[in-house]
């Protein structure tokens, strides 16, 4: 062990810093985080599509949500599927596995003959997608620096903004002169671009220090990290997670651990939130509802592009301040105005408001405020805390679990949105996902700990000696023990607060 550690130190002491380490780390979570703007496309551009596609095969209200809801059956397999793949073959051949699906899901929709084949297109379509929210998260926060840890995985949810934003803005302009076919092929594009660059860019380092050596990991970070004495601390950190895995903590066996559970608990429950609130459904179905309450297709549309710009720039902004402001006080602050604004969408909904009338133009108002808290909130920090509590052995397997919840809550409110409609009336539905973003607000304030700032390491040594729990004062989140040298035992550093340099 002790040749290990000298091998390591060798490593370290011999490594050519790279000077570009800064731009090949951004470049590393921005061409990876494009998957999250196929994603974004992808599922997006059955808004403005979806008028087309029902046109073209007359399907019934049942039929719209299969099409719509088929992409998120997918998405859910794909989520739990590439977990394996991750762990055995690494984070970032799984990303070029993903955007090869991407690259043959689209096309294969594209050329749909008829509505079945288009369904069943747009499952294995939705394995990519599923698949990226599974990996693409957990590459870039196994590459980030604590200190950047949530502005880069946040990269992801700004890319799905303007995957969301494209999607609506080619239904907008484009749905005439195109037609829905080359709406939905075009995204190959992207997908197949960035299947290339993962040849160029560098291999998670927590990966292949559990796969490939300590010596192997060292040269991994030297591309990412500017700092020897950074990479020295990291590496030692990334050294005592490797050599102190316990072989019943890998994988599904890991997560049934007591000491794992708050996490798990965390993780799942702000999943579920994430997309049980009724923000996917906006996206998806704006134009549906808009044009039920009176809109014409052009004021549908839109708005809708509209929502998808708000989307933009507030994941955009919470990207930017997500490590400044904090997960949890983020997610507090957000919340409730995401009630609030359902509430005020309900109550112009069972109003019926005239075209044209003030009441109809409260609609949009209420409808863009919901998407500024909303998706300026929780939106945020849903991927990014499945990507950042879970311990190495179990992390495959778990951030794909919570993928998984993810895709599974989008999947239930998209496939029932338009018969909640019908059961409650539009109106009711808003109420109902406002009692959901309440639940949200309290589960967090619960629930959730403050994450900022803390290495991942941090969070797993905070989970085993029980600290892993919510402070409502803020001061201290996560314990930061601070790791001098091999020889300071991790349980007896000093905590500083969260914000503060890792």
Same mark, same amino acid.
């Given at each position: 062990m002790q040749t290990e550690r000298n091998k390591t130190l060798d490593a370290v002491k011999n490594l050519e810093i790279s000077p570009r380490a800064h731009y090949v780390l951004w470049i590393a979570a921005f061409v990876s985080a494009i998957c999250g703007g196929l994603y974004g496309y992808d599922t997006g551009i059955i808004s403005g599509a979806l008028l087309l596609i029902t046109k073209d095969f007359h399907l019934t209200s049942v039929q719209e949500e299969m099409v719509t809801s088929a992409i998120l059956v997918g998405a859910v397999i794909g989520a739990v599927g590439v977990s394996w793949f991750s762990e055995r073959y690494g984070r970032r051949i799984s990303v070029m596995l993903v955007t090869a699906v991407f690259v043959l899901g689209a096309v294969a929709c594209s050329y749909a003959s008829s509505v079945t084949m288009l369904v069943i297109d747009r499952v294995f379509l939705g394995f990519a997608v599923g698949g990226s929210t599974q990996v693409v998260p957990t590459y870039i926060s196994e590459l980030a620096p604590a200190a950047k840890r949530g502005n880069l995985?946040?990269?992801?949810?700004?890319?799905?903004?303007?995957?969301?934003?494209?999607?609506?803005?080619? *239904?907008?302009?484009?749905? @005439?002169?195109? #037609?829905? =076919?080359?709406? $939905?092929? /075009?995204?190959?594009?992207?997908?197949?671009?960035?299947?290339?660059?993962?040849?160029?860019?560098?291999?998670?380092?927590?990966?292949?220090?559990?796969?490939?050596?300590?010596?192997?990991?060292?040269?991994?970070?030297?591309?990412?990290?500017?700092?020897?004495?950074?990479?020295?601390?990291?590496?030692?950190?990334?050294?005592?997670n490797v050599l102190g895995m316990d072989e019943d903590e890998r994988g599904w066996k890991g997560l049934r651990l007591p000491w794992v559970r708050p996490a798990l608990v965390a993780a799942l429950g702000i999943a579920f939130f994430t997309q049980a609130g009724g923000l996917e459904m906006m996206i998806y179905y704006t134009p549906t509802f808009?044009?039920?309450?009176?809109?014409?297709?052009?004021?549908?549309l839109l708005t809708s592009l509209g929502v998808a710009m708000v989307y933009l720039v507030m994941t955009l902004? *919470?990207?930017?301040?997500? @490590?400044?402001? #904090?997960? =949890?006080?983020? $997610?507090? /602050?957000?919340?409730?105005?995401?009630?609030?604004?359902?509430?005020?969408?309900g109550v112009m909904f069972a109003l019926h408001p005239d075209k044209g009338s003030v009441g109809s133009w409260m609609i949009v108002a209420f409808l863009l405020l919901f998407m500024v808290f909303n998706s300026g909130g929780i939106q945020v920090v849903g991927w990014l805390l499945g990507a950042e509590l879970f311990p190495l052995p179990m992390r495959a397997v778990a951030t794909s679990l919570h993928a998984a919840v993810l895709w599974g809550a989008d999947l239930l409110v998209t496939a029932t949105a338009l018969s909640l409609v019908q059961l409650v009336s539009l109106g009711g539905t808003m109420w109902i996902?406002?009692?959901?973003?309440?639940?949200?607000?309290?589960?967090?304030?619960?629930?959730?700990?403050?994450?900022?700032?803390?290495?991942?390491?941090?969070?797993?040594?905070?989970?085993?000696?029980?600290?892993?729990?919510?402070?409502?004062?803020?001061?201290?989140?996560?314990?930061?023990?601070?790791?001098?040298?091999?020889?300071?035992?991790?349980?007896?550093?000093?905590?500083?607060?969260?914000?503060?340099?890792?």
């Open positions: 995985v946040t990269l992801f949810n700004v890319a799905i903004g303007i995957g969301i934003f494209m999607a609506n803005l080619v *239904g907008f302009t484009m749905r @005439d002169a195109w #037609g829905w =076919r080359p709406m $939905v092929a /075009i995204a190959a594009i992207p997908a197949a671009v960035v299947f290339v660059s993962m040849f160029f860019l560098p291999k998670s380092p927590r990966w292949v220090a559990e796969n490939e050596g300590m010596v192997s990991a060292v040269k991994q970070l030297g591309r990412v990290r500017t700092s020897r004495k950074v990479i020295q601390r990291e590496i030692t950190e990334i050294r005592k808009l044009s039920d309450a009176g809109f014409n297709s052009s004021s549908a902004l *919470g990207c930017l301040f997500v @490590d400044r402001i #904090g997960r =949890r006080r983020l $997610v507090l /602050i957000m919340g409730p105005g995401s009630v609030l604004s359902l509430i005020g969408l996902y406002a009692g959901v973003n309440l639940a949200s607000v309290v589960f967090v304030y619960f629930c959730v700990p403050e994450t900022s700032g803390a290495t991942l390491e941090d969070i797993e040594m905070a989970l085993r000696e029980g600290e892993f729990v919510p402070k409502a004062e803020n001061n201290y989140a996560i314990p930061q023990y601070t790791v001098e040298d091999e020889a300071t035992p991790a349980s007896t550093a000093t905590p500083v607060p969260a914000g503060s340099a890792a």
